[in-house]
């Protein structure tokens, strides 16, 4: 009853009318009570290791900050040039945090997930995240998905949907293009290993699943590669879960501030609750 309830709570979140004018509420798909639980936690350290960029397995051309939790590319002409993280995952749910400022991409800006051994450096401006068969990428300036070299489609795909899709075609008139969405700097990387998925959460938004056929039982990586010079790509993890159903009190605790609002977060404590659940509560505010 509580995660029919919590998956009820987040629908009804995820198909409330947009607080903002980002062109990303509308493409949102619920989430699931696992998924919710795990973005309402606080992050982990941020020293945590599961944070840092792989000092090997990089290009040549990215140059490693002290901290290890950000790449920066050097302006080299006729390179792709790619990075996987130093931790990855076989198993549970993860979310990473992505930030990378829009006006340091260029062409061919791909983030997404890689196996151990990947395709890191290249000749000419390429799609490395997703152009061989270790990765699956996701290209931020066309919003296209990649893998084993080829585009297998547009994300999110609710954006192929449009009202003239509804719409008797001609022969006389070509199907409207869409245009790509422009992605802010803030990207969430959502990884479920054991459901083998990949999605993003972009403005607070879920926008379902890119990829549904990962290989499960595989250790992968958060991945990204560019193609501009000075380009600078920052990664933290965030939190994880494991396939275990998640516990009773997380779940009282996301459906209650789901019932107050954005507006009354701050007034759980005028609630009549439990004084657990009401510590539980203020915690996580």
């Known amino acids: ?16 009318p947009p607080s903002s004018s980002s062109a990303f509420p509308p493409l949102s798909v619920p989430i699931s009570s696992r998924l919710a639980i795990t973005l309402s936690f606080s992050p982990v350290a941020p020293g945590d290791s599961r944070s840092h960029w792989s000092s ?20 080299v002409e006729l390179s792709s040039d790619g990075v996987r993280a130093e931790v990855g995952v076989t198993g549970g749910l993860h979310v990473w945090e992505v930030l990378w400022n829009p006006d340091h991409r260029g062409s061919h800006a791909v983030m997404g997930v890689s196996r151990r051994d990947c395709l890191l450096q290249a000749v000419g401006y390429n799609v490395l995240v997703g152009g061989d068969e270790q990765s699956w990428g996701w290209e931020l300036k066309t919003n296209q998905l990649w893998h084993g070299g080829h585009s297998v489609g547009l994300y999110p795909e609710k954006m192929r949907r449009c009202p003239s899709d ?4 001609t022969s006389d008139k070509k199907d409207p293009v869409e245009a790509p969405l422009p992605i802010p700097e803030r990207v969430l990387l959502v990884l479920d290993a054991d459901a083998g998925t990949l999605g993003f959460v972009v403005d607070g938004s879920f926008l379902g699943e890119a990829f549904k056929d990962l290989p499960r039982g595989v250790e992968l990586f958060p991945a990204v590669s560019s193609v501009r010079g000075g380009a600078s790509i920052r990664l933290r993890y965030l939190n994880g879960a494991t396939r275990d159903p998640p516990a009773l009190m997380p779940l009282c605790g996301l459906s209650i501030r789901h019932l107050l609002g954005e507006q009354r977060q701050n007034q759980t404590d005028k609630l009549p609750l439990p004084p657990l659940l009401q510590n539980y509560l203020l915690s996580i505010h």
């Open 56 to 75: 090997v397995h990089r290009s040549p051309h990215l140059l490693l900050s002290a901290c290890k939790q950000q790449v920066t590319r050097w302006p």
């Open 1 to 16: 009853m509580g995660l029919s309830l919590s998956a009820l709570l987040c629908s009804r979140a995820a198909q409330s």
């Open 166 to 169: 509804l719409k008797p075609h």
